[in-house]
Structure formats: C-alpha cells, structure tokens
C-alpha cells in the first residue's frame, strides 16, 4: 500500500516549537536527574527519572524532524542501556561474597554508607548502601531503552515506502 | 572456589546469562565473531555450572538460596520468608538441566544457521534472555519471580519469533504469541495478588504452608493452572503454538519447546506442591488428564492434513505436549490414594517426566533438522521437496532418528518413556491408554508421509546443487542424536538417576515447604 | 458467529467468576495479614539504611526482580530494534 | 459492606481481557491487554491500601501509619514489565500494517 508521507515534516515542527523544546529540555533533565538521585529519600527511582529523561528524546523527535533524528547513533543508545545494565549487575555482584544482591554498603561507613535512625528524618543523601548507585543504573539503562524503542519506532513509521 | 560457586550456583545459573547478554552491547562493537564466541562461551559456562549445581542437587542435597540475606541459608530471618528466595529441589534441577544444554546446542546450531542476515548481536541478546527467562522460571520459589520470569521468557521469545520480520506472517504469530503469553502472564500476576491479600506472602512455599483452601484459593489456582496451561499449549488454547513454532527460525522452534515445557513444570509446581493434596486432587487430576488427551488427539489430527514441513512438526509438539500432560496428570489424580500412587501413580509421573526431556530432544532434533532441509533448499512446502536422501544423507538419518523416536518405536528413547506411560495409565482407564496409543501409531503414520515425500523418491533437478549442511549444524544434531539413543538403551538408568529423584521432589511437598520455613 | 457466542459465553462466566472472587477479598483499607509488610516498614531503615521503604523493597528485599524486570525492558529494546531497525536487503527464506 | 474499588478493579480487568478477545482492530487489542494490566496494577495497590495510611517513606513523614510497602513495589516493576509488552506487541502490529496495509485481524493469512 501507499501511505502518502508529509515531506515538509521531515525537518520537524516549525520554529516554535523547536525553541520550547530546547528551552523545556533543561528543566526535563534537572527534574528526571532529582528524580533519579533522590529515589532513595522521596518517591521515584531510576524508573520515573529515567522514563522522564526519555521524553527528552521523543520531544526531541517530535520537534527536530526525520532527518536529525537519523544522526542519533542507535548503537551508542544500545550501548549506553547495556551499561547500566551491567552496573545494576554488578551492584548485585558485589555483595556475593555474603550473597547475591547482599547491600554490602549499607551501613559500612563508606561511599553511601552512613547510618540513619529509625523513624522520620529529613532525609540524608549518603545513606542507603548500594540503593543510590543502583537507581543510576537503572536511570541509565531505562531513558537509554524507551529512547531507543521511541527513536526506532518513530524512524520506521516514518520511512517512506520503497 | 568450587564450594564457592556451588553455594552460590543457583543465582549464578540465572545472573550468568543475564550478564552476558547486557554485555552484548558492546562486544557488538567487536564484530560478529565475538558476538557469537561470547554467547557459546557464557552458554558453556552456564551449562557447566547447571550440571554441578544438577550433580549436587540429584544426590539429595536440595540447594535453598536466598537472595540478598545475610548468609544464604538464612530464609526467614523473622519466621516468614521476607526476600526472594530461590529453590532449586531435584525437579528445578532436572528441568534447569534440561534448559541449558538445549539452549547450549540451539546456539552451537545458530552460530552457521543465522550466518547471513543481520541483527545477529540481537539474536544472541535475546537468546540469551531467553536462557535467563527459563533457567530463572524452573529455579525460584517466588510467586511474582515467577510472573516476572514468564515475562521476560515471553517477550525475548516474541522478539525470535519475529526475527524474519519483513515476512508479515512472522510477526504476525509472534503478535498471536504476545497477547495469549501477556494474558496468561497476567492471570498468573492476578493470582499472585490475590495471595498477597489473604497471606501477605509472595513465596510459593509460605503460601503452600498457610494454605487454607478457600474459595480464593480455588480461584487462584484455576487462574494459575488455566495460564499456564495456555502457555504451554494445551488445547483450547493450541492456535498459537502452530503458528509460532511453525513460523520462527528453525533453532528458535527447538528452543520454544523447551520453553513451554518450562510453563509445563510451572503447571506442576502449582499443582503437586502448592496445594498439594489440599487441592480437590481427583477433579485437578481428571482435568490433566482429559486435557492431555484433546491435547494428544486435536494436536495429531490437525497435524496430518498440514503442507508446510514446521507447521505439521508443530502440531506434533502439541500432541507430545498431552502425553506429559496424561502421566502427570494420572498421578495428580491418584495422589491421596496411596495405594494406587504407588502401584502406578509414581510410574505415571516418571513416565511424563521422562517423556519431557524425551520430547525436548527428539522435537529440537526434528526442528533443527527441519532447519537444515531449509537452510539448503529454501523452501518448507512438502510438495515441492522431494529426493533430498541422496544429496543429504546425514540429515535424513537424523531425521529419521527423531521421527521414530517421536513415534514410540523402540529402540529410541521415546519408546521408553510411552512405555511407562502405557503401563501406568491401563492401569488408571485402559480406554486412555489405548487412545494415547491410536495416537501414537498415527504420529509414525505422519511422519512417514514427511520422510517419504521430502527425502525419499527420485532427485529433483532444482536440488541438484544442494549439499549437506555445515559442521557446526551437523554436531549439535549429532549430539542431540547420540543422547536420544542412549536415553532409548539405557533408560533405567535415565528413570533411577534423573528422572526418579525429579518426580520424588515433586511429590515430596514437606520438603520442599520445609527447605524454605 | 458460534465463535463470537462462545468467546462471550466464556467472558461473562469469567466475569462473574472473578467478581465472586472480588467479593471475597479482605476488606478495603485493612489487609488482614501484614507481617511482611511490618516487617519492612520496622526493620526496612536499619537494615538498607533507606528512608524511601518502596526502594529499599525495590532494590535490596526485592532486587532480582529489579534485575529482571530492567532486562525485560533491555529485551523488549532490543527486538524492537531487531525487528523494526533492520535496514538492507537481508530478506530471505525460511 | 461493598468494596467498590476491587469490583471497580475487577471491571477494568474484564473491559481489557474482553476488547482484546472480541476486537478486531489490533491496536484495540494491544489497547485491550494494556489496560487489564492497569487493573491488575490497581488491584494491587488497592490490596496494601491501610486506612488513613501515607506513603512508606520517612523522610519528613506525618506520625500516622503506613500503607504496605510491598504492593507499591510490585507494581513499579508490573508497570514497567507492561511497558515492555505494549511495545514489543505495538512493533509487530506496525510491522504488519506495513505488510497487510491493515490492523483488521480478519485480514491475516495464518490460519488457525
């Protein structure tokens, strides 16, 4: 079949557009970086904050258009994901010296490792062991995957018919 | 450094295969060689580490792992199991096993059989997420483990499906498989929270122990048996196996198998050890049963008239699926009567266990042989095939090692696992046996008409040119044809050292309730 | 239209199958057994030194599904790529 | 007394199994599955509910109780997994509008 493909879309949305979505693309990546690193303290985690970070992609397609979207290296995206990946790994890695996915930080003085009383407190960053690190990698590997799928979806239902 | 790892084996055999395929992003970079070393070589390792795991495990020293603890044994640190807990009894061992080595071959086959096409990092990604999928659902004790694993299983194999993905009618079967795998995999979800609401526990074992068989309790466990039954491609739900097997690449087909026979063991697990004897054992047991049989019957009947070579195997695959179903499902209903399960019932349950790592290696090797025939040909309609005997000698020897296995004839392994399935069942309804039988005689008859009309008969000028396929094809198949001969000669031994001790474990619900509480 | 009959046929008993089953749920706003959940939310802090209990469950109690379900995402990542990203002329048999 | 959020869950669950076995438009289908995933997703969370319960997290929590953690996260991990599922079933029915030139399931060649 023929499905008739708006060629003046293939540079994107017009002018206005394109500068909200640069200017938007700044508070985008503060909230979705915030979400990420304080998923231990407040709501969130690496799965929001990296799902936001994503929409920056896709704001990104909607606003610049087929052909910029083209010199996005989807091996580099893949590979950013893989990344994550194998750094939530081996967080759980780490800990197999007790055992598999054991928070070997936790509580250890170090890196992450400071102690906090129980009940209600403000909230302190360098707490929660191997929680913080872990919602990075994930952060990583979410905003890396969801912009990969957007990128490839958006590129094929774009494509014109050969 | 071996007690290390074989303490911490049962994650390992999951974590293995999944690191090795988040790596794959960057050793793509390497090239294709090193996508395909890397994938063999993490698959080797796994394989390696199942079977000491296995060799531990049969020998009655079931493994209990709790993920995240203080030490691994530590399961209930406040008298209730708080933390994913892996449980890996004889039965998870048997099936584990039974995962790795067919996932190690399917690769060994895959490395000539994708050669040429694109995507292979993906392809080796996705296989090994699937190898992770299945190793991960035969291993943990965790209810939502378990829906988590079903999903990752089903969309790393929606994904293989659709590898020939311009083909329309691939992605098409791989869309059928998605819906019925995510329904199925959300009934198991919807179960999984209505446990949580009456126990607040997630682990199957907890459950098991708290049990009160309520009215909620049976409707989780028709959700649970009707999802995975749907996922292994029992009959009112078949019209996806057909389609899927018949449609993905032929490694991938030898690979669907194993996972469905992966939902298969989950159905067991549900049913002997969850509940147990607590469930209404006659009714579940008769279900199985009568299940099993439309499964048998339905599966062979629609596979006889079929033209496309995969598509008739598929069929096929679902009618082995009953007899699994049959043996289990006779010991299932036998199960408070003590006196019948051991005169019979234990011979039933060894008879379809055995029949499923029987029916794992004969199918992969009928699939990866219907793989070869098209690899060299290009074409899978019987019609058009014809004297491939003479120009591919090796295939049709393996060919038909795998169909007269299928079949039942002696001396092949498959003979040996129907045989205890005949026995026991006459002893059950001689009316079952005699149906699993008809069954059986109109497989060979199928199967005949395959071999006849694509290998046998005078060569076809279009195959002139067609030459045996390549050595890294040839020796997967080869070692898949060697083991169901040696299965088929010596299958007291298979039945006293694998298969005994995995039906044991299954029966043996304390045990296993006791290995976590 | 025997199939359309059958597939409601088979709906509207699982409708009233899983609306009996709603009925029998613990009433809503007091679960009746929590152990687990108490135990979480009283050791939860001293034990993962988190003060968010959701990601302590997430990713220390709960971590391999964490695992799991971030390589369903990498899974699904990766066959839409392989399924959809494919460019070239690669098509053939099978 | 009627608990209405689990009929109203059990309501949802059925609208999504029904449109995804009685559509024949694809994308209702895909649409169908991912909405009784979103009903199992409320149930869930509706199960760990506590009265007057707040979130189960200390950092500058009001003194009351709290609702179960546990739920909360199974659903983050269901929504995601969710996710995965509508994406990998939305590319092969994309895949097969591209072939087909159609998301009628009628117009499938796969029998069976």
């Given at each position: ?162 | ?121 993906k392809y080796y990604t996705l296989l090994l997420l699937m190898t992770a999928g299945m190793m991960g659902l035969v291993c943990t004790g965790d209810l939502f483990s378990m829906f988590v694993f079903l999903e990752l299983l089903s969309v790393s194999s929606g994904a293989l499906i659709a590898f020939h993905a311009r083909r329309g009618e691939s992605s098409e079967a791989a869309f059928k498989f998605m819906v019925v795998s995510s329904i199925g995999a959300l009934m198991v979800l919807l179960a999984a929270g209505i446990f949580y609401g009456q126990y607040n526990m997630l682990n199957l074992a907890a459950i098991g122990g708290m049990l009160r068989f309520g009215f909620l309790d049976k409707v989780a466990l028709v959700l649970l048996v009707a999802a995975f039954a749907m996922k292994c491609g029992a009959v009112p739900m078949h019209m996806w196996v057909s389609d899927a097997y018949g449609e993905a690449p032929a490694p991938v087909s030898a690979f669907l198998v194993v996972a469905s026979q992966a939902s298969l063991y989950a159905l067991f697990r549900v049913c002997f050890t969850l509940f147990g004897v607590a469930a209404a054992t006659e009714i579940m047991g008769w279900a199985l049963v009568v299940l099993g049989m439309l499964t048998m019957f339905i599966g062979v009947t629609m596979a006889i008239p079929q033209k496309d070579i995969k598509r008739l195997m598929s069929y096929h695959a679902v009618s082995q699926t009953g007899y ?194 | ?94 | ?112």
């Amino acid at each position: 079949m023929k499905r008739k493909t708006d060629k003046s879309m293939d540079d994107g949305m017009s002018i206005i557009v394109k500068v909200a979505a640069y200017v938007l693309a700044v508070p985008i990546t503060i909230l979705g970086l915030y979400i990420i690193l304080h998923g231990h303290l407040t709501p969130g985690g690496g799965f929001p904050g990296g799902a936001v970070i994503a929409t920056l992609t896709v704001l990104f397609l909607v606003a610049a258009g087929k052909e910029k979207a083209k010199a996005l290296k989807k091996d580099m995206i893949s590979f950013a994901g893989g990344v994550g990946l194998v750094m939530f790994a081996f967080f759980g890695f780490i800990g197999t010296g007790t055992t598999f996915f054991y928070n070997i930080l936790a509580n250890s003085g170090s890196l992450f490792g400071m102690r906090i009383p129980f009940g209600v407190n403000p909230g302190y960053m360098w707490t929660a062991g191997v929680i913080p690190p872990m919602n990075m990698a994930v952060g990583l590997e979410v905003a890396a995957s969801l912009s990969l799928i957007a990128l490839v979806m958006f590129l094929y239902t774009m494509e014109d018919e050969r | 450094m071996m007690a290390f790892l074989l303490q911490h084996a049962p994650a390992l055999v999951i974590a293995l295969p999944l690191v090795a395929a988040f790596a794959m992003p960057m050793l793509s970079r390497l090239g294709a060689r090193a996508v395909k070393a890397w994938a063999l070589l993490a698959l080797l390792a796994t394989e390696s580490l199942v079977l000491l795991l296995g060799r531990d495990v049969m020998s009655g020293n079931p493994h209990v792992y709790a993920l995240g603890a203080t030490i691994p044994s530590l399961t209930t640190p406040a008298g209730y199991p708080i933390r994913i807990i892996i449980e890996v009894d004889a039965m998870s061992a048997f099936m584990a096993m039974i995962c790795a080595s067919i996932s190690m071959l399917v690769c060994m086959y895959s490395l000539q059989y994708v050669r040429k096409k694109g995507g292979q990092d993906k392809y080796y990604t996705l296989l090994l997420l699937m190898t992770a999928g299945m190793m991960g659902l035969v291993c943990t004790g965790d209810l939502f483990s378990m829906f988590v694993f079903l999903e990752l299983l089903s969309v790393s194999s929606g994904a293989l499906i659709a590898f020939h993905a311009r083909r329309g009618e691939s992605s098409e079967a791989a869309f059928k498989f998605m819906v019925v795998s995510s329904i199925g995999a959300l009934m198991v979800l919807l179960a999984a929270g209505i446990f949580y609401g009456q126990y607040n526990m997630l682990n199957l074992a907890a459950i098991g122990g708290m049990l009160r068989f309520g009215f909620l309790d049976k409707v989780a466990l028709v959700l649970l048996v009707a999802a995975f039954a749907m996922k292994c491609g029992a009959v009112p739900m078949h019209m996806w196996v057909s389609d899927a097997y018949g449609e993905a690449p032929a490694p991938v087909s030898a690979f669907l198998v194993v996972a469905s026979q992966a939902s298969l063991y989950a159905l067991f697990r549900v049913c002997f050890t969850l509940f147990g004897v607590a469930a209404a054992t006659e009714i579940m047991g008769w279900a199985l049963v009568v299940l099993g049989m439309l499964t048998m019957f339905i599966g062979v009947t629609m596979a006889i008239p079929q033209k496309d070579i995969k598509r008739l195997m598929s069929y096929h695959a679902v009618s082995q699926t009953g007899y699994m179903l049959l043996g289990v499902g006779v010991c299932l209903a036998v199960l408070g009567n003590a006196a019948a399960l051991g005169s019979f019932g234990i011979t039933a349950m060894q008879g379809g266990l055995f029949h499923v790592v029987n029916h794992a290696m004969y199918k992969g090797l009928l699939f990866l042989a219907a793989g070869a025939i098209i690899y060299r040909t290009g074409t899978r309609d019987l019609n058009k095939l014809g004297g491939l005997a003479h120009r591919m000698p090796l295939t049709a020897v393996f060919f038909l090692i795998g169909a007269f296995s299928i079949s039942g004839l002696p001396p092949f392994n498959g003979f040996a696992s129907k045989l205890m399935i005949y026995e026991s069942v006459f002893r059950f309804n001689p009316l079952l046996s005699v149906i699993a039988m008809l069954t059986s005689i109109l497989t060979l008859a199928s199967f005949m008409k395959v071999f006849h009309s694509a290998f046998l008969g005078p060569e076809l000028p279009e195959y002139r040119g067609v030459r045996e396929m390549p050595p890294a094809m040839w020796i997967s198949m080869g070692i898949l044809a060697v083991f169901i001969m040696l299965f088929g000669i010596f299958p007291d031994l298979v039945v006293q050292y694998l298969v005994g001790p995995a039906s044991q474990a299954l029966l043996d619900r304390i045990g296993y309730l006791g290995g976590v509480l | 239209m025997k199939g359309l009959l059958i597939r409601s046929l088979t709906l509207v008993l699982l409708f009233a199958f899983l609306m009996a089953a709603a009925l029998q749920l613990n009433p809503f706003g007091s679960p009746s057994h929590t152990v687990m959940d108490d135990y979480y939310i009283r050791n939860g802090q001293a034990e993962t030194a988190s003060n968010n209990i959701v990601s302590s469950v997430v990713f220390d109690y709960r971590g391999m599904d964490t695992l799991l379900e971030a390589s369903v995402l990498f899974a699904a990542a990766s066959g839409v790529v392989m399924v959809l990203g494919r460019r070239g002329k690669d098509e053939k048999k099978d | 007394m009627i608990d209405l959020p689990f009929i109203a869950v059990i309501v949802l669950i059925m609208l999504g199994i029904s449109a995804a076995v009685l559509k024949r438009n694809m994308i209702k289908i895909v649409m169908g599955v991912s909405i009784s995933a979103s009903g199992i997703n409320l149930l869930l969370v509706a199960l760990g509910y506590r009265e007057g319960g707040v979130a189960p997290i200390f950092t500058n929590a009001p003194a009351a109780q709290m609702v179960l953690p546990t739920p909360q996260a199974l659903t983050l991990t269901s929504i995601v997994i969710d996710l995965a599922v509508t994406a990998m079933m939305l590319s092969f029915v994309i895949l097969m509008y591209k072939h087909y030139g159609s998301t009628d399931s009628r117009k499938r060649r796969l029998s069976g």
